[in-house]
């Protein structure tokens, strides 16, 4: 079939004309097709899915009722554009509540976003020109990365190394790079190292984006999902934070609402401004019975915290597990992502020259779905969102892992 003038209008930044035929399979692609093959190949054996990173549980039932009452209220058909105004006032409530964040305006200071990723997305729009950088972390979520690239700007990206904590090196970062930065991304509780930050982590982003003049983007989409006695930290809650930078929060992992596609951004005024044009010009808000769903959650977060019970007893398991089997692991204090150093091969000869090699063994071999991160050492984040009704049924998913994974002598 003769080729269709439209191969030759695609746009550089998703391929050009070469779009569609490219060979090389993306990393979720590829998983998708090793699962796909695995549970082909052995029809009597269940995947364990320990790759999915969203959360097993619904939405509260209450939450689910407020919504399906909101639904039928005709002062809520309409557009939202940016948002509207109860929850932003309960965003500001949440913060200084769960954050101890004050004095936020929840009218200047405050916007929501239809999920976290959108809100990502548009802000270098509203910041980033040809030749600018942005300021990344790896292994990590790229989609700042993507949309700054799409703009013809400059991704840096800064290693997350276990000798450090996972935190990323601002002072590896060159003169230049840093006169031209106009973001710095960062994301605590990592995904996908687990790593939390600290307060002086923080303060020293604070003091780096000052002396720099450099707009810190703080994600934290996991934040409130903390255990082991680790209390939640925001980026806002450090001194002088809300000067350089803002904090975008997401209702999906911490109230199991990734379908839902809500969350807020607040902080320094003008970057929410600015985010707010940006937003305007792409979409018209979020359909606000689901923002009144989500102001009551935001009112309620001890729904957060029997979540994150459920995840650090499933890390415990977990770890107890991969430790009796040879790997060197230790609980994250928070999110629900353990992130494990892979083994070198195994007893009887192979060998693992990457963590991708490693996910579709794993695939392959014992059905169970893992993420390879290849960015900064050869990782695999393991993701304790697997379905499990109970506790009792917990224990069984646990104890087939063990089982499937004491079959191999692995090499450390």
């Given at each position: 079939m003769?080729?269709?003038?439209?191969?030759?209008?695609?746009?550089q930044?998703?391929?050009?004309?070469?779009?569609?035929?490219?060979?090389?399979?993306?990393?979720?692609?590829k998983?998708?097709r090793?699962?796909?093959?695995a549970?082909?190949k052995?029809?009597?054996?269940?995947?364990?899915?320990l790759?999915?990173?969203e959360?097993?549980?619904?939405a509260?039932?209450?939450?689910?009722?407020?919504?399906?009452?909101?639904?039928?209220?005709?002062?809520n058909?309409?557009?939202?554009?940016?948002?509207?105004?109860?929850?932003?006032?309960?965003a500001?409530?949440?913060?200084?509540?769960v954050?101890?964040?004050?004095?936020?305006?929840?009218?200047?200071?405050?916007?929501?976003g239809?999920?976290?990723?959108?809100i990502l997305?548009?802000?270098?729009?509203?910041?980033?020109n040809?030749?600018?950088?942005?300021i990344?972390?790896?292994?990590?979520?790229?989609?700042?990365?993507?949309?700054?690239?799409?703009?013809y700007?400059e991704?840096?990206?800064l290693?997350?190394?276990?000798?450090?904590?996972?935190l990323?090196?601002?002072?590896?970062?060159?003169?230049?790079?840093?006169?031209?930065?106009?973001?710095?991304?960062?994301n605590?509780?990592n995904?996908?190292?687990?790593?939390?930050?600290?307060?002086?982590?923080?303060?020293?982003?604070?003091q780096?984006?000052?002396?720099?003049?450099i707009?810190?983007?703080s994600d934290?989409?996991?934040?409130?999902?903390?255990?082991?006695?680790?209390?939640?930290?925001?980026?806002?809650?450090v001194?002088?934070?809300?000067?350089?930078?803002?904090?975008?929060h997401?209702?999906?992992?911490?109230?199991?609402?990734?379908?839902?596609?809500i969350a807020?951004?607040?902080?320094?005024e003008?970057v929410?401004?600015?985010?707010a044009?940006?937003?305007d010009n792409?979409?018209s808000?979020?359909?606000?019975?689901?923002q009144k769903?989500?102001?009551?959650?935001?009112?309620h977060p001890?729904?957060?915290?029997?979540?994150?019970?459920?995840?650090s007893r499933?890390h415990?398991?977990?770890v107890?597990?991969?430790t009796?089997?040879?790997?060197?692991?230790?609980?994250?204090?928070?999110?629900f992502?353990?992130?494990?150093?892979?083994?070198?091969?195994t007893k009887?000869?192979?060998?693992?020259?990457s963590?991708e090699?490693?996910?579709?063994?794993?695939i392959?071999?014992?059905?169970?779905?893992t993420?390879p991160?290849?960015?900064?050492?050869?990782?695999?984040?393991?993701?304790?969102?697997?379905e499990?009704a109970d506790?009792?049924e917990?224990?069984?998913?646990?104890?087939?892992?063990?089982?499937?994974?004491?079959?191999?002598d692995?090499v450390f």
């Open positions: 003769q080729e269709s003038f439209i191969q030759q209008t695609f746009a930044r998703i391929g050009g004309n070469q779009f569609g035929k490219d060979t090389v399979l993306y990393k979720f692609e998983i998708k090793a699962k796909r093959a549970i082909a052995n029809p009597e054996m269940k995947l364990i899915d790759g999915v990173g959360p097993d549980w619904m509260e039932p209450e939450v689910i009722e407020i919504l399906y009452n909101q639904a039928q209220q005709k002062e058909r309409g557009y939202t554009d940016n948002g509207i105004q109860d929850f932003k006032a309960a500001v409530s949440y913060m200084e509540s954050y101890n964040v004050s004095a936020l305006d929840p009218l200047t200071e405050v916007n929501h239809i999920g976290s990723k959108p997305a548009l802000l270098p729009l509203a910041f980033i040809p030749g600018d950088i942005t990344m972390t790896v292994p990590g979520y790229p989609i700042m990365g993507t949309t700054t690239k799409a703009l700007g991704v840096i990206n290693p997350l190394l276990e000798e450090n904590a996972f990323p090196n601002l002072d590896s970062l060159t003169a230049e790079q840093r006169r031209k930065a106009k973001l710095l991304y960062i605590y509780p995904n996908p190292t687990g790593a939390i930050a600290t307060k002086e982590f923080y303060e020293k982003v604070v780096f984006a000052r002396e720099n003049q707009i810190v983007v934290a989409a996991y934040a409130a999902l903390t255990f082991g006695g680790e209390k939640p930290l925001s980026f806002l809650s001194d002088g934070a809300k000067e350089v930078g803002v904090e975008i997401s209702l999906s992992k911490a109230y199991n609402m990734t379908g839902w596609r807020f951004i607040c902080g320094n003008l929410v401004k600015g985010f044009a940006v937003k792409n979409d808000g979020q359909f606000a019975a689901i769903a989500g102001a009551y959650c935001l009112h001890e729904i957060t915290e029997k979540t994150a019970l459920k995840y499933r415990d398991m977990l107890e597990t991969l009796s089997v040879g790997f060197s692991v230790r609980k994250p204090k928070a999110s992502y353990l992130y494990v150093r892979i083994p070198q091969g009887d000869g192979r060998v693992f020259n963590a090699e490693f996910s579709e063994y794993l392959t071999e014992k059905l169970i779905s993420v991160w290849d960015d900064a050492g050869a990782y695999i984040r393991f993701s304790v969102t697997f499990a506790v009792e917990e224990h069984r998913v646990i104890a087939e892992i063990k089982q499937r994974l004491s079959s191999t692995f």
